[in-house]
């Protein structure tokens, strides 16, 4: 009696494995391109998240800037001066209310008033205080005849002071106003926050950005920006440089440029910043500009 195994003959293996082989490549053929695009979707998004990212932070510290405090060495960096704070100070004696201290150009105090309450970040001790700077040079230099460099102390008791007002203690041996100077204005810059610079380096290689855009702080007031942009701004004992803070990386390419008198625009300075991020051949190019007030 013959018994009969069942299975594959050869030829139906290969035929079935043919058959297979060309489904797949079928398959791969139509997903490849798909799966190719979410991929560069995603990091697409990635570098848009981070491009916006570093333009937001760069918007922000120069709308917080110290009038004319912007200044550039090249159109890969700019520094700046933001500030935390600000208002109007006293100018004559209240008629109303005894014990007012006004800051008079030609009269240096040890305290004065303002009039309004300097919150949520009220100044500290060793912090600064810009009042009536014309040019970056006033901001910049030490000592400058422009620059009020004021060491605050602590305030007296709000109790004490006229209805409205509040008082800044301040070392009256550095307190010097530009004559003529009527704004009444003030602006409070941290002492551990300082100037600001931003730096970028830009290249490009096997699809991938080389560069990155860093943030410097806390190196001190310098009266010259250092000679080109990627060398990091030392300290103001020309011993230390700051150190810096990555704002984002895979620049492929960076412009920024800084017009302190756009056109009509009176006492308005504008920031133009071109940023492209590069990865794995998929690019992203954010462009954004803000004004500065210039003003003091």
């Known amino acids: 009696m013959k018994i009969k195994s069942a299975g594959f003959t050869l030829v139906e293996l290969i035929t079935v494995m043919v058959i297979v082989a060309v489904l797949a490549a079928g398959l791969v053929a139509f997903l490849r391109p798909a799966i190719g695009n979410y991929m560069a979707v995603g990091r697409r998004a990635s570098l848009s ?128 106003i530009q004559p003529g100077y009527d704004g009444s204005r003030f602006m409070i810059v941290p002492a551990a926050i300082g100037p600001v610079m931003y730096s970028c380096t830009a290249g490009l290689l096997n699809g991938r950005g080389t560069g990155a855009l860093l943030r410097y702080s806390g190196y001190g007031f310098n009266a010259g920006m250092p000679n080109g942009c990627n060398a990091p701004p030392l300290a103001i004992n020309n011993a230390l440089t700051a150190q810096p803070s990555l704002v984002a990386n895979n620049v492929s390419a960076c412009t920024m440029t800084y017009d302190p008198n756009p056109g009509a625009t009176q006492g308005s300075g504008y920031m133009s910043i071109q940023l492209t991020l590069t990865d794995d051949n998929e690019s992203v190019t954010l462009t954004y500009g803000a004004h500065a007030s210039n003003v003091p």
């Open 49 to 176: 998240d981070q491009a916006d990212s570093a333009m937001r932070l760069m918007m922000r510290d120069i709308r917080l800037a110290v009038p004319n405090s912007i200044r550039q060495a090249a159109p890969t960096c700019f520094e700046l001066v933001p500030g935390s704070g600000g208002g109007r100070f006293r100018t004559a004696v209240d008629s109303a209310n005894a014990g007012s201290l006004p800051l008079e150009a030609s009269a240096p105090a040890a305290a004065f008033d303002v009039f309004m309450p300097q919150a949520p970040v009220p100044p500290a001790a060793g912090d600064w205080i810009v009042i009536g700077n014309q040019t970056a040079d006033d901001i910049y230099n030490t000592p400058s005849p422009t620059r009020t460099g004021i060491l605050v102390v602590a305030p007296p008791p709000v109790a004490a002071l006229p209805a409205g007002t509040h008082r800044i203690t301040v070392n009256a041996l550095r307190v010097n």
